[in-house]
């Protein structure tokens, strides 16, 4: 076994079972016998010494690529052994935190989300075949921390629990003007214009998403109330009652955050109200995990609380409230993984085995620092003052009674996939090309 890879090994496992099998061959045990026997078979010397000096990349990168393997236990279970053993400090090595120091120093050079970027970055991971999102998400397509009061429900309650949530914050009227901006597939806009009554306008850079919250708003017959656009949130330049921006956030880039809430500002009318869901870390400044970086979310990033807050000081709004969502995405995230497993054979043949292993790593290790590491999910109520909400939160649960009524009594926007649509809906996996958006959001620029 490498020798740096060893080393390391004998000091930081202290607790659980844990057994390498080197590309020689040669198996070695770590650990106290705790918990899970895990096995861990490395198939190549270069596997070893690539894992030892840059785990956060390599770990995951060998996996992948069927450098390293999991003869028993799973990927899951191997990272949160780490976590276990390290803690929320998963750079416990001397060389480790060199790592993660230079892509902390560097970091800004991997966000300039230019709009031109940001779609290129959109593309490379929402424009996957609609048949893989089917494949894990709930029914309404959200792909976003869902909403646990409890543990033991089912993923679809819990996404139905977070867009009542969501919209219990904004102080929905009937007839108001909404924006969303990164609608995905259209479920929260869809919610908001049916239950809520709003008029609606989604912007997505993505055409696959385009594509399906368009076909949504015309099937669920609210196509006067929610419209959708391929538009860059920096080109509208109409103003609106509420802002809503659900899992986007995390996509701008700390180059951008002025600029992201310096436009939600200008699109804000002065008495409205803008609600920000996005993920966020609960330790100082970081970097993006390598990983997740290079195969996942190019150019995207995991705020702390006070990046955010220096931004939105700057933009002359009012934060009117907080609220930290702990460990709802971790359970979004095992419902997530559970479904992808369950159909992993079928992605295989969509994709192959390298994208199986990718995808897997990225569920496992998502999960993992929601579990156990310091990644939180923020609620940022927003306003030009501190007057235009009520003063105290009981207002929240009284709206959520309220638009539990009105799920009642309005329904809910069907799903996302309803069995009656035509077959020729999906084309070879992945969808047909959006009609085309000729009408710009209303008053929006053309951009």
């Known amino acids: 076994m490498n020798r740096l890879l060893h080393g390391f090994l004998a000091k930081f496992i202290a607790k659980g079972d844990l057994t390498i099998i080197d590309h020689t061959g040669r198996a070695e045990r770590f650990g106290d016998g705790s918990g899970q026997k895990l096995v861990v078979r490395f198939n190549s010397a270069a596997a070893e010494r690539a894992a030892a000096a840059n785990p956060a990349l390599k770990l995951g990168e060998g996996y992948m690529e069927g450098e390293i393997d999991m003869l028993e236990g799973t990927v899951f279970d191997l990272i949160m052994l780490a976590h276990a053993n390290a803690g929320r400090g998963l750079m416990p090595a001397v060389w480790m935190k060199a790592f993660e120091r230079m892509r902390i120093a560097t970091r800004r050079l991997s966000q300039i989300n230019t709009p031109l970027i940001s779609r290129g970055n959109v593309r490379r991971h929402y424009d996957l075949s609609a048949d893989l999102y089917r494949s894990f998400l709930d029914p309404d397509m959200q792909y976003s921390c869902a909403y646990f009061p409890t543990p033991d429900i089912t993923l ?14 904004m102080l929905l009227t009937d007839g108001m003007d909404v924006l969303d901006i990164g609608c995905g597939w259209g479920g929260m806009a869809l919610y908001l214009a049916q239950v809520a009554g709003a008029r609606v306008d989604g912007v997505t850079l993505s055409r696959e998403q385009l594509a399906v919250a368009q076909r949504r708003a015309r ?9 959708f656009h391929l538009q860059d949130y920096r080109d509208i330049d109409r103003d609106y009652d509420r802002i809503v921006s659900v899992g986007m956030f995390e996509h701008v880039g700390i180059n951008h955050y002025h600029s992201f809430f310096a436009s939600a500002a200008r699109l804000l009318r002065p008495d409205g109200k803008m609600l920000l869901h996005t993920i966020g870390r609960a330790s100082p400044p970081g970097a993006t995990n390598p990983f997740l970086r290079r195969y996942i979310f190019p150019g995207g990033y995991i705020p702390a609380l006070s990046e955010v807050m220096r931004a939105v000081e700057k933009s002359g709004l009012f934060v009117t409230d907080i609220e930290i969502l702990r460990l709802h995405y ?3 995230l095992k419902a997530w993984r559970s479904a992808f497993m369950a159909n992993r054979d079928r992605m295989k043949e969509l994709y192959d085995e390298a994208f199986c292993r990718m995808w897997e ?6 999960e993992a620092s929601f579990r156990e590491g310091d990644m939180v999910v923020f609620q940022l109520q927003l306003a030009h003052g501190a007057d235009e909400v009520p003063v105290t939160r009981d207002y929240i649960a ?19 996939w309803p069995e009656d649509w035509p077959e020729n809906w999906l084309e070879g996996g992945r969808l047909a090309p959006p009609e085309p958006d000729v009408r710009p959001a209303r008053g929006a620029a053309t951009g």
């Not at 629990?161 to 219990?168: E, G, Q, V, W």
């Not at 099937?219 to 419209?227: F, K, L, M, T």
């Not at 790593?361 to 998502?366: E, I, K, R």
Request: proline letters at 6%; glycine letters at 12%; aromatic letters at 4%.
């Open 156 to 169: 679809a309650r819990a996404q139905l629990l977070k867009k009542r949530h969501i919209a219990a914050k």
């Open 219 to 227: 099937h669920d017959g609210v196509g006067g109330r929610a419209s």
């Open 330 to 332: 971790a359970e979004t």
């Open 361 to 366: 790593f990225y569920l496992a290790g998502s």
């Open 398 to 416: 009284r709206a959520e009674e309220r638009l539990a009524g009105l799920e009642a009594e309005r329904g809910l926007p069907p799903p996302a």
